[in-house]
């Protein structure tokens, strides 16, 4: 079946602009998971929803770093005013389900590899 | 704040040998998940483990949680496995329910 799919794989923006990353997790997938992964640093959790609602958004750098998903489906990280130190690998995981049990082990996507200029 | 550490940060060996990656993990942390990335590549979720053991091919896993503790066995290790090998903890309970906190990621090489 079809794993957990990110659009764009690749976005070059320049600073200052807004830039928006999807993420469609697995079909039937409840919990979606948004993590970042700086050059040469290590994965950093952003955000996570629980169907349409984001329980979690501590990890959220600044103001400028937004999600939101939609019919318990897809997701969008939006990044407005970009940065350069907002360059990094955005990746996005899904799992049946962020409750307790055996079925929330998570599925990660090939990312976003977001270069700003 | 949870956390996880991994060790060693690089781990160079020749092909057949047995490699062992250890990642300890903190309090709040329900189980474990060993992820592998390639270069240049994307994130593999290997394993996903709360108790015991688990095996998939020359990859085996085990944890002990009365000591907060969790390996990564690769056996007779071939070059395709030289990639970064990630443990990361999930949350085990709040409103993060879920959340994975990573560990530094251990580069392992393997030569022919």
């Known amino acids: 079946g079809a794993g957990v799919s990110q659009s764009p794989s690749n976005k070059v923006t320049e600073k200052g602009k807004d830039v928006e990353l999807r993420c469609d997790p697995i079909?039937?997938?409840?919990?979606l998971y948004w993590y970042r992964q700086s050059l040469g640093q290590g994965l950093e959790f952003l955000i996570y929803?629980?169907?349409?609602?984001?329980?979690?958004k501590s990890g959220l750098p600044s103001d400028r770093f937004s999600a939101e998903r939609t019919g318990g489906s897809v997701s969008t990280l939006t990044i407005q005013r970009t940065q350069q130190e907002d360059s990094a690998v955005y990746l996005c995981?899904?799992?049946?389900?962020?409750?307790?049990?055996?079925?929330?082990?998570?599925?990660f996507g090939p990312g976003t590899r977001l270069t700003v200029l | 704040k949870n956390e996880v550490e991994q060790s060693p940060q690089n781990l160079t060996a020749q092909e057949g040998e047995f490699i062992t990656i250890n990642c300890s993990y903190s309090?709040?942390?329900?189980?474990l998940h060993w992820l592998q990335q390639h270069p240049g590549g994307g994130i593999v979720s290997l394993f996903m483990?709360?108790?015991g053991k688990k095996k998939h091919g020359r990859l085996i896993a085990t944890i002990n949680i009365q000591e907060k503790h969790s390996s990564l066995h690769i056996t007779a290790s071939h070059p395709r496995d030289s990639a970064v090998y990630i443990c990361?903890?999930?949350?085990?309970?709040?409103?993060?329910?879920?959340?994975?906190?990573f560990g530094q990621g251990t580069i392992l090489t393997v030569h022919p």
């Open positions: 929803f629980q169907g349409n609602s984001a329980p979690d």
């Open positions: 309090v709040g942390i329900s189980a």
């Open positions: 995981a899904s799992s049946l389900t962020s409750l307790a049990g055996a079925y929330n082990e998570q599925f």
């Open positions: 079909s039937g997938h409840t919990a």
């Open positions: 483990l709360s108790s």
């Open positions: 990361a903890g999930r949350n085990a309970g709040g409103t993060s329910y879920g959340k994975l906190t």
